[in-house]
């Protein structure tokens, strides 16, 4: 298996921030929605990886 590459910079940004609001709108609805959880209990297992894989491409920029 090949070792990951780093996202390029702009992706990596925008992925970043998308990611960030969206956890944010989740643990709000989490917050105020707790009967429906299916509205909220997606966004908020999957943004996290989202965010340490762009926070990982940001810090390995150099090996791109």
């Not at 999957?46 to 090996?63: F, G, H, K």
């Amino acid at each position: 298996m090949e070792p990951q590459r780093p996202w390029p910079r702009w992706f990596a940004l925008t992925t970043m921030v998308s990611s960030s609001l969206l956890l944010l709108v989740g643990i709000v609805n989490a917050v105020l929605n707790t009967a429906n959880i299916s509205s909220w209990l997606l966004v908020v297992l999957v943004m996290p990886i989202t965010l340490r894989r762009a926070v990982w491409s940001l810090r390995n920029q150099d090996e791109r």
